[in-house]
């Protein structure tokens, strides 16, 4: 295990830090060293020897290991996907949809969980229903979990597609809750969990998933483009695979037989070669999220978090993520009065300090790595009201 504490502000592990106070890992995350350097190690090996003397395939295995630990799932149910995008359309195309069917989602998902499905609505005469999001009591925006299974109560409903964590308002659902009713329904249910692996423990058997889909690149602290998506070990024989290529079969080395016999596990979905650098760089990301910890990692970002929530509270911002600690997540999202938030985004990133802007509200989403006094600076430099 790594001490998480030695890492907290490590300019060698981080180097982002020594230029910017980083605070939208919910958008693209910096790369630690140990994520860099898997990128040299390829390109020197790659110019120096091709692929001879390389470890990459043994170190791709290690990574389908790695990444099922982190979810709870079987090294079977892993494919290695280009994006959180292209795991959620090989479920969008790989259902045998009837005419008629019904699925569900919220309507402020991020379009990676919402074209794939207003694609299969318009093409196979499926009807999508999208949930609303409201406003609480608290102030807080949520998407009230009874409107969901109320939704998803359709007899005609065959699939739910939900974000573990919700990209504008940071709003966790409880996908253990929503995830046994789908099963009791034999609805299957299909998570993007690109907002919450890397930064909170996720455990697809406990949360009944039957999907999930995620890229490397925020909380997992790897680079664009090289994904894991996994598939319940018992729903991957029914799925069609997206792409079809060399690799998707039994004897995909065996090149003169021709035996077009599908894989039994979620290789399957894996039509042709590797991103072999960006899955090296992922490798190198995800062994540090796993000597660190998940469930440290996601009790110090709550820890920062709550550090900025007394101090926007104190500053007279209205908090938007839901403050229950059931629903909290990597994301911080809060709305000024009466400031631009453009100009308050501009005058951060003059200081060096990035925050995003999203939905007509301002996002913060520190990893571990970011100090207290971080969020001090960020608190300092925002205007009161
Ligand atoms: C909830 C959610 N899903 C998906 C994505 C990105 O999708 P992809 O990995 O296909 O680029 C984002 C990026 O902002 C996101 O917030």
Do not use: D, R
């Given at each position: 295990m790594l001490d998480a504490a030695r890492l907290i502000g490590n300019v060698d592990m981080f180097p982002v830090l020594q230029h910017w106070v980083f605070f939208n890992h919910a958008g693209v995350c910096p790369l630690p060293r140990i994520a860099a350097d898997q990128f040299k190690r390829y390109a020197n090996q790659a110019q120096m020897?091709?692929?001879?003397?390389?470890?990459w395939y043994t170190d791709i295995e290690a990574l389908r290991q790695l990444s099922a630990r982190l979810i709870g799932a079987h090294r079977d149910e892993i494919a290695f996907v280009k994006n959180t995008s292209e795991g959620i359309a090989i479920v969008a195309n790989g259902i045998d949809w009837q005419w008629g069917d019904v699925i569900v989602t919220t309507a402020i998902e991020y379009p990676a969980n919402i074209y794939p499905w207003m694609d299969i609505a318009r093409t196979r005469g499926v009807k999508l229903e999208m949930v609303p999001e409201e406003t609480m009591p608290d102030g807080s925006r949520q998407v009230p979990i009874d409107a969901i299974l109320k939704a998803a109560s359709d007899p005609r409903c065959r699939l739910v597609a939900l974000?573990?964590?919700?990209?504008?308002?940071g709003q966790r659902h409880d996908v253990s809750r929503i995830g046994a009713f789908c099963r009791e329904r034999n609805i299957r249910f299909c998570i993007d969990a690109i907002q919450a692996v890397g930064v909170m423990p996720v455990d697809v058997r406990e949360m009944n998933i039957d999907y999930l889909s995620a890229d490397g690149h925020k909380w997992m602290l790897g680079p664009e483009g090289a994904g894991i998506f996994y598939c319940r070990r018992e729903l991957i024989e029914h799925m069609r695979p997206l792409a079809i290529g060399w690799m998707n079969v039994v004897n995909a080395q065996d090149y003169g037989n021709y035996d077009f016999t599908l894989r039994p596990d979620a290789g399957r979905f894996e039509c042709g070669s590797y991103n072999v650098p960006g899955l090296l760089g992922l490798l190198g990301a995800l062994t540090l999220i796993e000597q660190v910890g998940v469930e440290i990692i996601h009790a110090r970002v709550q820890t920062l978090l709550e550090r900025l929530h007394q101090g926007v509270s104190q500053k007279g911002y209205a908090i938007v993520s839901p403050r229950d600690a059931s629903q909290r997540s990597g994301i911080f999202a809060f709305k000024a009065h009466g400031h631009s938030h453009d100009v308050i985004v501009k005058k951060l990133k003059e200081h060096h300090i990035e925050i995003a802007k999203r939905e007509g509200r301002l996002r913060v989403s520190p990893h571990f790595y970011n100090t207290e006094a971080q969020i001090d600076q960020l608190i300092e430099l925002l205007p009161s009201h």
């Open positions: 020897q091709a692929y001879l003397h390389s470890n974000s573990l964590v919700e990209y504008a308002s």
